[in-house]
């Protein structure tokens, strides 16, 4: 049987996963507003995968007869100094998320709680995936510094990089 101090921290990470969620939209709004189209659809998506990954944790905590708690997502920051300083955020953000999963795997050994153990596996390999793309992204950002031709050929890498994820997908 599953300990109440897992469950809490199941809780605490489906939580974190939909204030990503929702900072990821936020972002696309911005990025969008100052005319980068390809990071706004790239952010936007990646708002939707936030989304799947919080309702993964959501249907796991239902499957092993506990209750999920929404709690109430934080509001977020909604302007950016620059494209830069936006992925240093993702990137953060996703390093902070990366950490989550890790506390929660060492809980979940730690508890011999096996079968959440397993289930976080997924989510461990998830957040390689998406520190490595982050910090990919960031890379190219900060060779290019504030130029615009730059900007431009990342803002389209950025809407190409959606597009081959969207064919693989159907």
């Given at each position: ?132 793309l982050f910090k990919s992204i960031l890379d190219k950002l900060n060779l290019v510094g504030s130029s615009g031709e730059g900007l431009f050929l990342v803002d389209k890498e ?13």
């Amino acid at each position: 049987m599953i300990k109440d101090s897992m469950v809490k921290k199941l809780n605490q990470q489906m939580n974190l996963e939909f204030d990503s969620a929702s900072l990821y939209l936020q972002m696309s709004a911005w990025c969008s507003y100052k005319g980068f189209e390809g990071a706004a659809i790239f952010l936007k998506r990646h708002s939707q995968e936030e989304m799947q990954h919080m309702q993964r944790i959501f249907d796991y905590l239902c499957d092993i007869g506990q209750q999920p708690i929404v709690d109430s997502v934080k509001k977020p920051q909604n302007n950016f100094e620059s494209l830069i300083d936006l992925f240093e955020k993702t990137y953060n953000n996703e390093k902070i998320v990366s950490m989550e999963i890790n506390n929660l795997c060492d809980l979940a050994l730690t508890e011999k709680d096996f079968p959440t153990f397993e289930f976080l596996q997924w989510y461990v390999s998830e957040q390689h995936e998406e520190e490595k793309l982050f910090k990919s992204i960031l890379d190219k950002l900060n060779l290019v510094g504030s130029s615009g031709e730059g900007l431009f050929l990342v803002d389209k890498e950025l809407k190409d990089i959606n597009e081959k994820i969207e064919q693989h997908q159907v």
